[in-house]
């Protein structure tokens, strides 16, 4: 009996050994599963960030009202506000970096900044370097004197000392009728200058101009020289982030958070083609 009972023992202390080994597999297996599936959230983006988790974008903080720097030194602005839905939509936090602007597109193609949120106009030139969203915006360059100037045409600019940003594509009008050109770090910057004497005329967007004026600068407004598409700037190598974006821009038109923006900053949509 005394045998017996110990074969029994035996095999019941084997059959509560095996039990346990295979909860520890099964068990084995669920973490797996669940580490797999975290692989699979971490890893459902395919395209490459500055920083894990974060939008850094570039913006120049001297575009008022696109990107102007607070008392603070904190950027805002309707580039800003555009830059950090679509950092939401895309459930990144965005990290804004203020750049002089004509070195953006630089710091975007090296990998610097993972895009530009700064008014880029979308040129031939400029694709060259970087890959562009759709538009976020339509805009377009227009002529800015002195009230008390006869100037109301590109070719009335002729011979004349225009003033400009830095890196702009509306340096090509001027250059169609001048060689006098001044440069400044920003157009607000020229049309401040502008309205204190300097120069003949300033050529910027028509928006910048319209701010400006609006904020008591003596400037007056004179011939719209074009109408421009305006994108996120995103480096070639990044072409899952580039369709992110556009998805989310997408979305922003849709829910009309673009439009909304728009409105806050200039009184009229501002997102969608001009007819």
């Known amino acids: ?32 599963g669940d580490s797999g599936s975290e692989d699979t959230a971490e890893n459902n983006t395919d395209y490459e960030l500055v920083e894990d988790g974060t939008f850094t974008f570039a913006a120049s903080g001297e575009f008022r009202p696109f990107s102007m720097t607070g008392a603070d030194g904190e950027m805002e602005g309707f580039d800003i506000d555009v830059a950090n839905a679509i950092a939401e939509e895309l459930g990144l936090e965005p990290s804004p970096q203020k750049q002089k602007f004509a070195s953006i597109v630089e710091g975007v193609k090296t990998g610097r900044f993972d895009v530009a949120v700064a008014s880029h106009t979308i040129t031939e030139e400029r694709q060259q370097e970087v890959d562009f969203s759709t538009p976020y915006y339509y805009s377009g360059a227009q002529i800015f004197t002195r009230p008390d100037s006869d100037i109301e045409t590109l070719e009335d600019l002729e011979g004349k000392e225009v003033a400009l940003s830095k890196g702009s594509t ?3 009008y001027a250059e169609e009728v001048t060689e006098n050109i001044k440069t400044y770090d920003s157009d607000v910057v020229a049309l ?5 004497g300097r120069h003949d005329a300033v050529i910027t967007d028509f928006l910048t101009g319209k701010e400006a004026s609006g904020e008591g600068l003596e400037i007056e407004a004179k011939e719209m020289i074009e109408r421009s598409e305006q994108a996120v700037a995103v480096s070639k190598e990044n072409t899952e982030l580039l369709d992110e974006i556009n998805t989310a821009l997408e979305t922003l038109r849709e829910n009309g958070t673009l439009s909304e923006i728009s409105e806050e900053y200039f009184g009229e949509d501002i997102t969608t083609a001009p007819e």
């Open 1 to 32: 009996m005394k045998k017996m009972n110990g074969v029994l023992l035996l095999l019941l202390t084997l059959v509560l050994f095996l039990a346990a080994c295979g909860s520890s597999e099964e068990d084995t297996s669920g973490d797996e």
């Open 192 to 196: 401040q200058s502008l309205s204190k």
């Open 170 to 172: 509306y340096s090509q």
